[in-house]
């Protein structure tokens, strides 16, 4: 029986020698050593900006599930006036529609007023005239997209033009202003029903008048005329940035 030599392992090719074992240094790590690049992060989509000069509705910018969401941003439908000013709304208008509502809105941050009034505005010409400039009514001296009578416009808005859609608009907004000095008043004297918002007293007066205000909960046509106003405001719901 032959015994396998020194150096040598069984059952190996011709007997070769074992390589010795080899202890590798440890691998020293520090700021010299080279790293792997650092990975470029993905590029994200730039959100989509309308040009200076659009006019008409253009996409949001979008968010995540769950983020919060102005007023503004849950409008179905979005505009930006040639003032630059941006609104929102929950129904699409035709070009008509918007360039009546966008003068609406950019006179209204010309004088300051709160989103609350310039939606005042906007509703009540939706409701009297659907924003048809040239309505008449062939009952009543009613004219334009508010449908003004001739004798409350001398009353308080003789120095502008009856006629002229912007002078409509200066003074819807005026009566507006009234209007709400009237029903602090009204309030505090108990003429008026406490419970009355004070977006449904002012179309109540531009509609029926500001001088009866116990009448508007109990008059039936004034009540009709507040329904169908209050369904044109829930229609728009208007909201500026």
Do not use: C
Not at 55 to 61: A, D
Not at 142 to 148: E, L
Request: aromatic share 10%; no cysteine.
């Amino acid at each position: 029986m032959n015994k396998p030599k020194i150096g040598t392992e069984p059952g190996g090719d011709g007997g070769l020698p074992s390589p010795p074992p080899v202890d590798l240094p440890p691998t020293v790590v520090n700021a010299d050593r080279p790293r792997d690049p650092t990975p470029t992060p993905p590029s994200q989509p730039t959100p989509l900006q309308p040009p200076i000069d659009h006019i008409g509705p253009f996409p949001g910018t979008g968010s995540t599930p769950g983020s919060r969401l102005t007023p503004y941003q849950r409008g179905g439908y979005k505009y930006i006036t040639r003032g630059g000013h941006r609104y929102s709304l929950q129904m699409r208008l035709n070009a008509h529609q918007e360039r009546i509502i966008s003068q609406i809105v950019d006179a209204g941050f010309s004088r300051g007023a709160p989103e609350v009034t310039i939606s005042i505005v906007v509703a009540t010409a939706f409701q009297e005239s659907s924003f048809n400039e040239g309505a008449t009514n062939p009952d009543s001296s009613a004219i334009g997209i508010f449908q003004f009578l001739v004798n409350p416009w001398n009353e308080r808005h003789k120095h502008l033009n009856r006629h002229d859609t912007s002078d409509q608009i200066v003074a819807m907004y005026d009566e507006v202003d009234w209007f709400r000095a009237r029903y602090s008043a009204h309030l505090a004297s108990g003429a008026l029903e406490g419970t009355m918002p004070f977006v449904d007293y002012a179309y109540a007066s531009h509609t029926a008048g500001p001088f009866n205000p116990r009448d508007f909960a109990v008059n039936e046509e004034t009540r009709k005329k507040l329904t169908a106003f209050k369904d044109k405001w829930y229609t728009l719901s208007l909201h500026v940035e």
